[in-house]
């Protein structure tokens, strides 16, 4: 009996088995004849519907690979509309781009204004009609029947530029171009008209036509540093877009396509055509006839004349983008985006900057054969005080100060010297000035003569390119490796004063081939002034809301100061570079009584000259050259930018304190006043023009000081009235300053008022 248990047990087991794969066999047998059986009566149904003979080929197969291609279509406009519907992720798109502000610069006063004010933005319905049917007339006939790309006028674009072999018309509807400036650049890719035309139909489903008519109207830049057609109204007519007249009206909407060119304030000649071509727009698609046109063709808009204002266009520009950054770092819940911004700009310089370019380029562009230039002033916060990005904004927005790369040159230097002095040599280091190659490369001094046994610091001060060359190697070996290693640590201590410019590897860049900003270059060289504590550029140091409520602050919320180069090589390449200004290649950028030093740059074929100097107080750096790469007729970095340089910083630094720079000390005293009998004999000195320095502001007690200054010498004179006619003059006794009528003696208190007007 117990042997039989386990042999049924077993059989049992097995039997299970047998029949869980039978119904496993079962079951897939029925599906597999189930299917066949569906397919049969598919295909049987599907015969009725079977068309042959020439019906299949001129109906059945188009439609088949059509719909096959279709669907392949769709997949790839659903892959290429991605990038462009992440610009719609935030919630908050519409309000992103709706930055309106203030500026002021660093004393309080306003200097400018930027962004789009919506909160005092102009409905619809009261702008002028002629304005609305300009603007339809030439940007876009068929706006209110498209959906959103107008197939048509796209089509005889392209047909137009290509009978022109070129550029001749532009096929972007209004709703292109508002996507445009709410969430793209102005970058002319295949990638950006891409996403222009799927953000231009996701517009339509968000918003009326009205809706984004208003939009366009209010956010298109119109020129001068202005957006919106109200914004432009009252630059270039000084009036309410509700108050132009049709002349106006179609000289406004004649700048949407290019806002430059157009401008009536840089080129009335041209604006006035650019409106002829809107009114014939307007008799073209109907709006008008010609008889009501007709007076506009006759009495053309005349722009107010702007052209002694000197607004700090190309700074605003910088800020704002600064600002729009900012805005980003806020909390999501902040929806605050009117704000009055405190900035860094010193106006005094800024219009000393502006001066010195317009000046130079006047005197010496033709005869240089150089058509612009670019300057920064930073302070040691690295708060820039002044910025000129070109000759002209008018002429070009462009700003050169912060978007162009230039080729340094030798005031690159500066950075390969410190990598050294970081790395065991000294200022009196001993380097042969001789021939080197790396690999092809051989680089040549700017005489092509060698000056054998120099010092680092004879090297720097005469510009020679050799030895930061053979500086590398050098450096390489040092570490352990060869020339491409030595450069390398010459671009981290670059990074460490603040270049983020890609600087590439290449046997050249110890002289300066590689390309940096004005701005960045400027800011860096405040790392030798700041006793080696590097700083990052800013032009915003204070946010307030419309209300005047504090939301940022630099010296609060900002980036903080950081550790570069030791005080001691920081003190050690000042002392070096002051001597480019006092016997090298920079003497033109010298100034009376104020320690200074710096590096000049010129660049193969003379295409760059660059002068990047410091004081105690500020750095500037000062680049001349042309847009379009051309060499200049032997401009070194010691000619016009050396003097530009010393042009701007003198009247940066009147009415300051004069700080020591640290390696050089106080530099030479500036010279004492002449003898009354030596000036007789000279003859009449002519006295220096002095520009005003910062607005002077009395403290609380200095100003006490001074009204009870007046109220006594009031007294004295009424009772001085009352007595003279009865009284005898009598003698006055002589008062100290410890007797007068209030706390502090007048000694203290004139100190104190005298105190805070230089400050």
Known sequence: ???????????????????????????????????????????????????????????????????????????????????????????????????????????????????????????????????????????????????????????????????????????????????????????????????????????????????????????????????????????????????????????????????????????????????????????????????????????????????????????????????????????????????????????????????????QLRQFGRDYHATQAATVVADMDGGVRAMVGGRDYGASQFNRATDAYRQPGSSFKPYVYTTALLNGFTPKSIIVDGPVCIGNWCPQNYGHSYSGAVTLTQAITNSINVVPVKLSIELGKKAGGGPKLGRA?????????????????????????????????????????????????????????????????????????????????????AGMMSHVVSEGTARRAGLDGIPTAGKTGTTNNYRDAWFVGYTGNFACAVWFGNDDYSPTNRMTGGSLPAQTWHNIMTVAHQGIEIRELTGVGMGQKPPAAEKPQTMAANGAQKAPEIKPGPPPVLTRRGADVLVHVEKMLDEVARTTDKTSASEPARPVKPVSSSELPFPDNLAAATGDAASSLKN
Not at 153 to 164: D, I, M, P
Not at 237 to 247: E, T
Not at 282 to 294: K, N, W
Not at 543 to 570: E, F, H, K, M, S
């Open 1 to 359: 009996m117990r042997k039989i248990l386990p042999d049924n047990w077993k059989q049992r087991l097995n039997n299970w088995r047998l029949d869980l794969d039978a119904r496993f066999d079962s079951a897939l047998f029925s599906s597999f004849r189930g299917t066949r059986e569906l397919y049969e009566r598919f295909s049987t149904f599907m015969d009725n519907f079977y068309v042959g003979g020439w019906k299949r080929w001129v109906f059945i197969e188009p439609f088949s690979e059509a719909a096959t291609l279709g669907l392949g279509g769709l997949i790839v406009l659903l892959a290429l509309a991605i990038p462009a519907f992440r610009e719609t992720a935030d919630e908050d798109w519409l309000k992103k781009s709706d930055l309106a502000v203030t500026f002021l610069d660093r004393y309080g006063n306003p200097i400018g204004s930027r962004g789009i004010k919506h909160n005092d933005s102009i409905p619809l319905e009261d702008f002028p009609d002629n304005l609305i049917k300009a603007t339809l007339a030439t940007e876009d006939r068929r706006f209110y029947d498209h959906f959103g790309i107008d197939v048509p006028g796209l089509v005889r674009a392209l047909v137009t530029n290509a009978q022109a072999g070129g550029v001749r018309q532009g096929g972007s509807s209004i709703t292109q171009q508002l996507a445009k400036n709410l969430f793209l650049s102005n970058e002319r890719t295949i990638e950006r008209k891409i996403n222009e035309a799927f953000l231009a139909i996701w517009l339509e489903t968000r918003l009326t036509k009205n809706e984004i008519l208003k939009l366009y109207l209010d956010r298109a830049y119109m020129g001068g540093g202005t957006f919106g057609v109200d914004g432009a109204a009252h630059f270039y007519f000084n009036k309410s877009v509700r108050d132009i007249n049709l002349a106006e009206a179609a000289m406004l909407a004649g700048l949407f396509k290019a806002p430059t060119k157009f401008a009536p304030h840089i080129n009335l000649p041209a604006a006035r055509a650019r409106a002829n071509v809107v009114l014939d727009n307007l008799v073209d698609a109907g709006f008008m006839t010609e008889g009501q046109v007709f007076g506009a063709r006759r009495n053309p808009a005349t722009a107010v004349d702007r052209r002694d204002e000197n607004s700090p266009n190309y700074y605003l520009d910088y800020a704002f983008d600064e600002m729009h950054k900012l805005v980003d770092t806020f909390p999501k819940s902040y929806n605050e985006r009117v704000f009055v911004v405190r900035t860094a700009i010193d106006m005094n310089v800024q219009h000393a900057a502006d001066e010195a370019i317009e000046n």
């Open 489 to 573: 640590m010459i671009v981290a201590t670059a990074r460490k004063f603040g270049i983020t410019a890609p600087l590439p590897d290449t046997p050249s860049l110890p002289i300066g081939a590689d390309e940096v900003t004005v701005l960045e270059h400027a800011v860096a060289y405040v790392t030798f002034p700041n006793k080696g504590m590097a700083v990052t550029p800013h032009a915003v140091l204070e946010v307030r809301t419309g209300a005047g409520d504090l939301v940022w602050r630099w010296d609060r919320d900002g980036p903080q100061p950081r550790r570069a180069i030791p005080a001691n090589i920081a003190a050690d390449m």
